[in-house]
């Protein structure tokens, strides 16, 4: 496989993740649920969950994209490494046979 000619994967662009607190208020534990404020701080932490899914899989998208360019580099290097390898086999082959003349 050539990985010489494949297009250049660009790298994701990290993004920060939010303070986890969000601006979201404290509730007092001892909060009925009969409470008007119950019902918002409920809807809040719902939000703030949604907010780590969706963070969670943002951040497993973006690993996965690392381990693709990390893995097509480790390729490219081994290429290289390989096509040196031969070069200097050729070069030693033409040196010895050189110094056999």
Known sequence: MNTESSPAT??????????????FT?????TPPSSPEYVPNICQQLEMVEYCRVLAETRRIECNQLRE??????MK???IMKRQTQHHMMFERQRI???NM
Do not use: T, V, Y
């Open 10 to 23: 660009p790298a994701p662009a990290l993004q920060p993740a939010l303070p986890l607190d969000m601006g």
């Open 26 to 30: 404290q509730m007092d534990p001892n």
């Open 69 to 74: 360019i990390i893995r097509e580099l480790e």
């Open 77 to 79: 290097i081994q290429s």
């Open 97 to 99: 046979s050189k110094r």
